[in-house]
């Protein structure tokens, strides 16, 4: 591939929520996703509707660009007659091409995105169900089988502040942190980055544990009130454990290092014959030790401190990353179509990602799995529909459909390892990927099920009725629009990247399409 060229339309609704205009502008470095595109042009225009407002959504901005960009994928490998991975496999960056820079002005720092697709192919069964696809093709079964297929990045971690100021954000993307110890040997840790639902009180309680070498059942996460927290940007684009966890690291490293002299000092020793090791100060070459709970109690009573020496441990501190971090994936997905009915009833879907370190696997999965059924329920089930008055007639969960877990697979999923150099425990992000990998993956996947029928797009959601309309117009013979897959011959490799025809808004933006309600646009 030779360039890219986007000109987006996108619906704002009736009026600017909160980051509206910084969605599309979000996706606009993620066009070009994971592929070496050596011209790149961005154009984007706004405009505003009587429809509903829009505002973030999980994934900001980058759903939207992946679904383009996979979708074209498989349209160009259609068009030159080769495996829609193979076509991918030629044009991605290569793992030992990392640090790399990309069209649109990102510099990926890591990633291995050959060893998570071999391990997504091997785990999926790729082959075997290529070999059934044909098979089923060639007896003309009623139910046929499409293989869908998303790799994606995602630039997340959603700082640096310098950036933030070059799109004329109103805000940083700092994130804040405090730590307390108390006299009973307990810890608060005092969070901006405040949860609701991702685990940050275990995950931030694990982390302290470890880095001060304090008992995990003797931590406290306070969040969530400007009372406890007066300092923070909160919680979006997959930014909690890569700037706020950041930010709590480098508050326990300043509680050893204020603790670090007064434990010299009850010890008789230097500074610099210190060691500090599981929550202990240990004298180098003794057994002369202080365990740091107990500095907190002397230091609390005060009677033996150096001179000058502040009576409290605690400390603060604030992170503010120099760039993203860029976890990325293969997601593959299985779906049987009843060619009758119209009916895409997903198979499998096996998905492996590379969120650099993991903290917590558990909460790892939790998020995965809550992503791609977020991802699913766009390509298959949810949509917001009006009337031709402009009445949003899916008001209520009674006409806007909302899967179950019956209506969903279990998942395959796995991961693979190439730690983030931006930040000092290689962590990436895990919170948007399988909502911003699965819509591609189960949209190419129906579409894979009927291309032999004459069929090369269909629009989401991806409903039977849908499927059933575009066979019944493939095979009375009446045209198709075909998706349009090759660069217009306007782009040269000389051009720069370009990103305009809007304002820019805050990374917490998240996907919404022209229907107001979360589509994909």
Known sequence: MTGLKV?????????????????????????NAIYKFPAYRFVCTNVFTNKNWTDAYRGAGRPEATFAIERLMDELAAE???DPMEIRERNWIKHDEFPFSTVAGLEYDSGNYEAATAKAKELFGYDALRAEQKQRREAGDTVQLGIGISTFTEMCGLAPSRVLGALSYGAGGWEHASIRMLPSGKVEVITGSSAHGQGHETAWSQIVADRLGVSFDDIEVL????????????TYGSRSLTVGGMAVIAAADKVIEKAKPIAAHL????????????GKFNVKGTNSSVGLTDLALAVFAAHNLPDGAEPSLDAEATFDPDNFS???????????????TGEAKIRNYTCVDDIGKVVNPLIVEGQVHGGLVQGIAQALFEEAVYDDSGTLVTGSFVDYLVPSAA????????????PSTTNVLGVKGVGEAGTIASTPAVVNAVVDAVRHLGINDIEMPCSPHRIWTALQTASSGADTPRTKTMVDDDVNPSHNAQVSGTDAGDGSAAAQGSNGQGGLA
Not at 267 to 278: M, P, R, W
């Open 7 to 31: 000109e987006l339309l996108t619906d704002m609704g009736a009026y600017l929520g909160l980051v509206t205009p910084g969605i599309p502008i979000l996706g606009a470095f993620m066009f």
């Open 80 to 82: 030159v007659g080769v």
């Open 223 to 234: 969040h969530g009130d400007t009372q406890i927290s007066p300092r923070g940007l909160d």
């Open 267 to 278: 010890l008789e020793a230097n500074s610099d014959d210190l060691e500090f090791s599981a």
């Open 326 to 340: 860029f976890p990325h994936g293969t997601h593959l997905c299985a779906v049987e179509v009843d060619t009758e």
């Open 407 to 418: 209506d969903l697979p279990n998942f395959t999923t796995d991961r693979t390892e190439s």
